[in-house]
């Protein structure tokens, strides 16, 4: 474990960035309420920004994002907040083409990290999918059934496709 001033240097390409930043920034005025009322659960992939395939602005929706674009405990807890405190009533379950989390069993994602750093990670669940629309489903059905949401939630599911850029709205 490092001692030194961790921003100082691994971070100062951030803090750079940042400062260029803030010498142009101006505070938007904008609450924490989804004006938009969408809250978008997505994948952490660097490929897709959420804002701009969906011409959304910011302030105008709430985004989730963890491997995947699953729908976990977490993401629940999270939509629990914005559904009742920040103006959401809409939520789109967005995974995407060509996700690690697809390509490969949960015993070959292990294996991969063991390889990658020697570090034995089965103690936790990764959540591959074999069968993106079947996991989308699921997750869908996930949200709509969560008894802490409105019940007046509307909940869909699409896919993004990282090469054309296109959201395929599926039937779930």
């Known amino acids: 474990m490092k001692d030194m001033n961790v921003f100082s240097t691994d971070f ?3 803090l750079e960035a940042n400062k260029e930043y803030a010498l142009h920034f101006r505070d938007s005025g904008l609450t924490g ?3 938009r009322g969408l809250a978008v659960v997505t994948c952490m992939d660097s490929r897709i920004d959420p804002l701009a395939l969906l011409g959304m602005m910011p302030g105008d929706v709430k985004i989730l994002r963890n491997a995947g674009a699953r729908v976990t405990e977490d993401v629940l807890r999270t939509l629990v907040l914005a559904n009742h405190l920040l103006g959401v009533d809409r939520v ?3 995974p995407h083409t ?3 989390m697809a390509s490969a069993s949960e015993e070959q994602v292990h294996e991969a990290i063991f390889a990658a750093s020697g570090i034995d990670s089965r103690g936790i669940e990764i959540r591959t999918v074999e069968d993106q629309v079947g996991a989308l489903k699921i997750d869908v059905t996930r949200v709509r059934a969560y008894p802490l949401l409105s019940k007046t939630i509307v909940v869909g599911g699409a896919i993004f496709d990282v090469h054309s850029g296109l959201l395929m709205p599926q039937d779930v």
Do not use: F, G, P
């Open 98 to 100: 060509e996700c690690r």
């Open 92 to 94: 789109l379950v967005m």
């Open 33 to 35: 309420v989804a004006r």
């Open 12 to 14: 100062a390409d951030v």
